[in-house]
């Protein structure tokens, strides 16, 4: 029989993934009375929690400066590790699956259950705040841990994009392309993946690069 146990490793998550799951777990920890010895404790991992949600809220709207942006990383590392230690904990600490899952934590998923992830059903080309950057951004998928950008800056014969492969990446957000010129049209898809394999490419986004002299 399969022993239930919670994730502990939550560096795949988006950043906007990542503070849903800090607020829901800091909410459903405050008020739970199954972990009275957690290690770390509840005073240690709030303070944590609450600094990168701040931080990420800051950042979200896309007019930070660089220091806060760092700022946030720095908080997010910080709070995946303790995300780890608390969950760690738990799994240790029991194997009942109601009292794990009464943490706010997301319990693994059974492998058997598990499919090749779907693709996103969007992707999007956004003007960044520094000159010659395109940000990426397009759907995060929950049980993809990668994803596989291709991305082009002119059309072939029949009017197709020529696609470059980038590097993975593992989050939807953060993301960008550098250098571009103005006034090209630059085109953007994704896919997702897992262990179980790799989705279709998500819808093509484009956008003409607009360059600040």
Request: proline fraction near 6%; aromatic fraction near 10%.
């Amino acid at each position: 029989m399969r022993t239930p146990k919670l994730v502990t490793n939550y560096k795949h998550l988006s950043d906007t993934e990542l503070a849903s799951l800090a607020t829901r777990s800091t909410d459903a920890l405050r008020t739970n009375t199954n972990f009275p010895d957690m290690d770390p404790t509840f005073a240690e991992y709030e303070p944590v929690a609450m600094d990168y949600i701040a931080k990420q809220g800051i950042t979200a709207t896309g007019r930070s400066s660089t220091q806060q942006a760092r700022e946030k990383d720095e908080a997010r590392e910080e709070l995946i590790v303790m995300m780890r230690r608390v969950t760690s904990y738990i799994n240790n600490f029991t194997s009942i699956s109601s009292i794990q899952l009464g943490s706010g934590f997301e319990p693994v998923a059974d492998p058997k259950g598990l499919q090749a992830p779907r693709s996103s059903t969007w992707a999007r080309l956004l003007d960044s705040t520094r000159p010659g950057e395109i940000l990426l951004q397009f759907e995060a998928i929950r049980e993809a841990y990668q994803y596989e950008l291709a991305f082009a800056s002119g059309l072939d014969g029949s009017g197709q994009p020529v696609w470059q492969e980038l590097e993975p990446v593992s989050r939807a957000l953060g993301n960008f392309y550098s250098p571009v010129q103005d006034g090209v049209t630059y085109y953007f898809r994704v896919r997702s993946r897992n262990k179980r394999g790799v989705s279709a490419w998500s819808p093509v986004a484009s956008l003409r690069a607009r360059v600040n002299a």
